[in-house]
C-alpha cells in the first residue's frame, strides 16, 4: 500500500477467524466481485477468492555454485538443440503426425547431453565466455528465445518418452539406465547428497523416489547405518504426538481449525483416493498434528494439498501399480503408520522453508506475487501490458499458484515430476518455484494475448488446459524456469532499462 492509511488498514484482521477460511461462491459471481469492487487490503482479496482452492545446507550451496564451472556458449547451444527437437515432436502432435523419434532427433539427444556431462563433469578448467550467451539475451525478447543454461549432467530431462509414469508401465532402455546409476548412487554407506540432487534434477524413476525424497528433503540421514533408527525415532515422535493432542480436535480452542480441516479435505484430488475413509483419516491427524505444533500460521487452505504428493510417492513403496485407484485399507496397519509418519515429516520439512507463506497475512505469498509481477514485466512485456489493460491483478490467480505450489493447475502426475526438481533445487519451494510460475505464465501467452477481456482472461488462467500434460511439458518448463533463474536470480537489474 502506498499510504499509512491503507498500511494500517492493510493489517485488520477478524481474529475470531479460523485461518485460512474461504466463503464457497460459484466462479461467475467471484469474477464479478473481483472485478467491480476495489479491493484495498489483502483480506478483502482473500475474502472474495472463494473458489481458490476449487478449481543440508551445505550440499545446497555447492549445488548453487555449480553453474558456475559452465561454459556458457556450448551449453546454451547444447540446450538450444534439445529444446528445438521438442518442439519439432510437439508439432507433429498437434497435427496428428506419428511423434515417433527418429534416429537422428535421438543421435542429437544423445550428443547434447554428451556435452552437457562432459562440461559439468571437469570441476575447474572453464571460463565463462559471456562475449555471447547472457549479453546476447539481451538482444532477443527473453519468452522467445530457446536455449538453456545447464548445471548437472541430467538437466535437461526433457525426453521423447514420459518417464516415471505413476501406473509403473514398461520402461524403455534409457529409463533403466538411469534408475541402474540411482541404485548405485543409493547402494553405497554414505550416498553424495550433492551428486543424488544433480541426478535427481530432471526426474526420478519411481522404483527410487520415495527413499530419494526421503533423502533430499533431510528427513533421513545420508549414513546407511543411522537411518532404521532415525526411522524408527522420528516415527515414534509423531504418534507421540497423535496421543498428547489429537483428542483434543474437539475443544472449543481447537475445534474450528479441525472442522476446516475437515471439510477441506473432501475437496482435494484424486477423489479415488482422497474419498478412502482410511485416507481421510490419515490427512486429518497429519494436517491437526501440524497445525497444532505451528500456532505461527495455525492451518490455512492450500497446505491440505501438500501432503498429497509423499502419501502419494511413500505408498509406491509399497506397490507394483498405480496410486490413484488402489484400495489404501489393504495395506497393513504398521504400513499405513509408515506412510503416514513419513508424509507428515516430509511434509514439515517443505513447510519450514516457505511458513510466512502461511503466517498472518501470508507475507511470503505477498512478496512472491510481486516478484512475479516484476519479472513478467521485464520477460514478456507484451504479457504483462495485456493483463494490466484487462485490469487482471497478478494475486487475482497467482495467489493460488504459490499457495497450493501449482498443484490445482498441474495433474499429480507432473506435480510428482516437478517436485523431483524443487527437492534437489537450493530452495527449491521458497525461490525457484517463483521463476517456474513466471515460465507457466508466458507458456500461455498466446493464448492470452487472444482473450479480450478480464472475464475471458480469469476463466482461462483459473482452468488452464493441462489435463494431458505429461513429463515432457514439466521438463522444458523446468528448463525455461531454470534459464530464468540463471539469467536473472543473482542479475536483478540486468535487464532493466
Not at 206 to 235: D, F, H, M
Not at 242 to 265: F, L
Not at 286 to 306: E, M
Request: with cysteine; hydrophobic share 35%; net charge negative.
Amino acid at each position: 500500500m502506498s499510504s499509512d492509511g491503507g498500511k494500517k488498514q492493510f493489517w485488520r484482521r477478524n481474529v475470531s477467524k479460523v485461518p485460512g477460511s474461504l466463503l464457497k461462491a460459484n466462479s461467475k459471481p467471484l469474477l464479478v466481485s473481483i472485478r467491480t469492487k476495489k479491493v484495498q487490503t489483502f483480506q478483502e482479496f482473500e475474502s472474495i477468492t472463494s473458489d481458490a482452492w476449487d478449481v543440508g545446507d551445505d550440499d545446497d550451496d555447492l549445488l548453487a555454485m555449480a553453474a558456475q564451472n559452465l561454459n556458457t556458449d556450448v551449453v546454451m547451444e547444447t540446450a538450444n538443440k534439445v529444446i528445438q527437437i521438442h518442439s519439432k515432436l510437439q508439432e507433429q502432435k498437434q497435427q496428428d503426425k506419428p511423434t515417433e523419434a527418429t534416429p537422428e532427433q535421438l543421435n542429437n539427444l544423445e550428443e547434447a547431453d554428451s556435452n552437457v556431462e562432459n562440461i559439468v563433469k571437469s570441476d575447474t578448467g572453464f571460463e565463462l565466455d559471456t562475449s555471447t550467451g547472457l549479453n546476447d539475451l539481451e538482444k532477443t525478447p527473453l519468452q522467445r528465445q530457446q536455449s538453456v543454461p545447464s548445471r548437472s549432467p541430467t538437466l535437461l530431462a526433457a525426453r521423447i518418452a514420459d518417464q516415471n509414469p505413476l501406473d509403473g508401465s514398461l520402461m524403455t532402455e534409457r529409463e533403466i539406465t538411469r534408475l541402474e546409476k540411482f541404485r548405485q548412487l543409493l547402494a553405497g554407506p554414505n550416498p553424495d547428497l550433492e551428486e543424488l540432487r544433480k541426478l535427481s534434477w530432471s526426474g526420478i524413476p519411481r522404483q527410487v523416489r520415495p527413499i530419494t525424497w526421503k533423502l533430499l528433503s533431510g528427513y533421513l540421514p545420508a549414513n546407511v547405518e543411522r537411518r532404521e533408527s532415525t526411522l524408527q525415532r522420528k516415527r515414534a515422535e509423531y504418534f507421540a504426538f497423535i496421543e498428547q493432542y489429537y483428542d483434543s480436535r474437539n475443544d472449543e480452542h481447537h475445534q474450528d481449525t479441525y472442522r476446516q480441516i475437515a471439510i477441506d479435505i473432501p475437496r482435494m484430488t484424486p477423489e479415488s483416493l482422497i474419498l478412502q475413509p482410511k485416507v481421510r483419516e490419515i490427512f486429518e491427524r497429519i494436517l491437526f498434528i501440524w497445525a497444532i505444533r505451528h500456532p505461527a500460521s495455525g492451518y490455512v487452505q492450500g497446505i491440505n494439498d501438500l501432503v498429497t504428493p509423499f502419501f502419494v510417492v511413500f505408498v509406491f513403496e509399497y506397490i507394483e501399480g498405480e496410486v490413484e485407484n488402489f484400495d489404501v485399507s489393504s495395506l497393513s496397519d504398521e504400513v499405513l503408520q509408515n506412510i503416514e509418519a513419513d508424509s507428515f515429516w516430509c511434509m514439515s520439512k517443505l513447510l519450514d522453508g516457505i511458513q510466512d507463506n502461511y503466517t498472518f497475512a501470508q507475507p511470503g505469498i505477498q512478496k512472491k506475487v510481486k516478484a512475479l509481477q516484476e519479472l513478467v514485466s521485464r520477460i514478456d512485456e507484451q504479457v504483462h501490458k495485456h493483463l494490466q489493460q484487462s485490469e487482471v491483478e497478478y494475486l487475482q490467480f497467482a495467489f493460488r499458484w504459490m499457495n497450493n505450489l501449482l498443484m490445482r493447475e498441474l495433474p499429480l502426475r507432473c506435480t510428482i515430476r516437478l517436485w523431483d526438481t524443487y527437492q534437489s533445487e537450493p530452495e527449491g519451494f521458497s525461490h525457484f518455484h517463483l521463476y517456474v510460475c513466471a515460465a507457466f505464465l508466458v507458456r500461455w501467452r498466446k493464448e492470452l494475448l487472444e482473450e479480450r477481456d478480464f472475464q475471458g482472461l480469469m476463466i482461462l488462467l483459473q482452468n488452464l488446459p493441462t489435463m494431458h500434460w505429461g513429463n515432457e511439458e514439466i521438463s522444458i518448463l523446468l528448463a525455461e524456469a531454470y534459464r530464468l533463474k540463471y539469467a536473472f536470480a543473482d542479475a536483478p537489474n540486468h535487464y532493466k532499462r
